[in-house]
């Protein structure tokens, strides 16, 4: 039997398109799918988008449809760019199936009967764009603390959830499970900020509007878009109040939510209690990943400083997108995404460390041998430095995907072919050419590239999925071992060039022509 993993991103908002900084965790999220079926986990990979509550129902009154005309087209945008992004999601859910939505009402009526939700009045703050409530204490400058927009007072009958009651058991569990929120400041801050002042029962229903799904038992009050939204992460693997399947008790707990900095409280304070309500075990962990920022701040309509993934593909390429975002987002800060640092990494890493030692290599490997490269293992001490790097880059990688450093453990695949690059420099292969009696030493160079060159690309495949296949097109090889092998025989393809050059000047020029 395979071991399980169940990974979710947090299901997309379909208040509007998503930018780079929304597409970046599907992302993130695709590549340690990817690497954990790699390692032969049996892996579930869930995504989709979250489709009631208030900021949906106004845009669709001013685009002059209903709210589920305006999800359906929105979850489709957002399906689309994913899909463009090549990520290898099992199911991509949408809160407005049936199934959930029914089985949401039996969540909360389970709740209500259990005594943790309670019919009450509301008086708060209100943040229409975060829809969230807050205390004066916790606003900013007047202002929403997550979004710096502006906040409402509103009076509103309401169910609360008896959140209180279980911040004792949720803070021994935070404390006792010491990777259950990462990383680690984002654990404090849940600790000092929410949890010791004392958590306030929670708003679990709305009157105010009618795009939700009703409270079965009381239907002029609609589920709160937070307990519907995180639901979804047991929904739509099989759980139901009155009996779940076999398929639910496979997946459940997730292994894994991959979510922003920026709603992790919802993910470790509200989703966990809500949990213990109903008697199940929490996720084993919660990742708030960092937000990807335009030099200027965070990206806003407002600014005009908006940049999409489609767009960005358009003229770059789904792996060098991939690459970037990926790689130059660190594991607990936030990273910075200019056109010019993008077209600097193309350059830099992509074309000159990967693009040119596959091409140099292939070129010599066809130039001297044909494209038919056997192993006569003609060894130098030179060869043993290379093969060593090569083997210890499963270990490595596999340390920095552990602890989710997802850019490091790119670097540690790109290592092997920085290195590979050297020992060209170091072995000269034009220079043992020339030298008939050095031609199987030639050869046994031209080898340990191509094997370094291969176990890299299989490494590879989980970032940079299309990437990799071509270079392992090109090798003419299926073999996806981890390890240097040297008794492969390559019978080469033609090299194809894996990037091109960009001319910054011209593609930045060609970029605003288009804006």
């Not at 991509?92 to 309670?118: A, L, P, S």
């Not at 900020?193 to 029962?201: R, V």
């Amino acid at each position: 039997m395979k071991e399980k993993y169940y990974i979710t991103t947090a299901i997309a908002y379909t208040s509007g398109k998503p930018h780079i900084g929304n597409t970046y965790e599907i992302v993130l999220a695709d590549a340690i799918a990817r690497y954990k079926r790699f390692l032969g986990y049996d892996v579930y990979f869930q995504t989709g988008t979250d489709e009631h509550g208030e900021k949906i129902d106004k845009k669709a009154k001013e685009a002059g449809i209903t709210p589920k005309e305006y999800v359906d087209k929105v979850a489709m945008e957002i399906k689309n760019i994913w899909d463009i992004m090549n990520t290898s999601y099992d199911k991509f859910v949408r809160t407005t199936d049936e199934n959930h939505e029914k089985i949401v009402q039996k969540i909360f009526k389970k709740m209500y009967d259990k005594g943790d939700i309670y019919l009450g009045k509301y008086k708060g703050l209100y943040c229409v764009p975060c829809e969230s409530f807050w205390t004066e204490t916790q606003l900013v400058d007047g202002k929403c603390p997550d979004c710096g927009r502006e906040v409402e007072e509103r009076v509103e009958e309401s169910y609360f959830f008896k959140l209180s009651k279980y911040q004792d058991r949720l803070r021994e569990y935070i404390e006792t499970h010491p990777h259950f929120i990462e990383p680690e400041a984002r654990k404090n801050e849940m600790i000092n900020n929410f949890i010791k002042p004392g958590l306030q029962d929670l708003c679990v229903s709305r009157t105010a509007f009618d795009w939700g799904i009703p409270v079965d038992f009381d239907p002029k009050h609609i589920v709160y878009v937070w307990l519907d939204a995180l639901t979804n992460y047991i929904t739509f693997i099989g759980y139901d109040p009155e009996g779940s399947n076999e398929e639910f008790k496979k997946w459940w707990p997730a292994d894994l939510h991959l979510i922003g900095k920026d709603i992790i409280r919802f993910h470790t304070i509200y989703w966990p209690c809500f949990l213990m309500s109903l008697d199940l075990p929490l996720p084993k962990q919660v990742f708030g990943h960092p937000w990807l920022i335009m030099s200027d701040g965070k990206m806003s309509k407002s600014k005009g400083n908006v940049v999409y993934a489609d767009r960005l593909v358009k003229y770059f390429g789904v792996d060098a997108v991939r690459y970037y975002l990926l790689h130059e987002i660190p594991f607990s800060s936030d990273g910075i995404f200019t056109y010019e640092l993008l077209i600097q990494r193309i350059n830099g890493d992509l074309v000159n460390i990967l693009g040119n030692l596959v091409n140099r290599t292939m070129a010599m490997a066809h130039k001297y041998f044909s494209g038919i490269v056997n192993n006569p293992q003609i060894k130098d001490e030179l060869d043993d430095d290379l093969i060593k790097l090569v083997n210890e880059l499963e270990e490595k990688v596999n340390n920095k995907m552990d602890k989710l450093e997802i850019g490091e453990a790119i670097d540690q695949i790109f290592d092997v072919f920085r290195r590979c690059n050297k020992y060209i420099d170091e072995t000269m292969p034009w220079s043992l050419a020339k030298d008939e009696n050095l031609k199987e030493r030639l050869e046994t160079v031209l080898y340990n590239l191509l094997e370094a060159i291969r176990v890299g690309a299989v490494f590879l495949s989980s970032f940079l999925p299309d990437t990799s296949e071509a270079i392992l097109k090109q090798l003419n090889t299926d073999n996806k071992e981890k390890k240097f092998r040297n008794d492969l025989e390559y019978n080469l393809k033609e090299a194809e060039i894996l990037f091109q050059r960009i001319d910054e000047a011209s593609k930045l020029k060609e970029i605003e022509d288009n804006n």
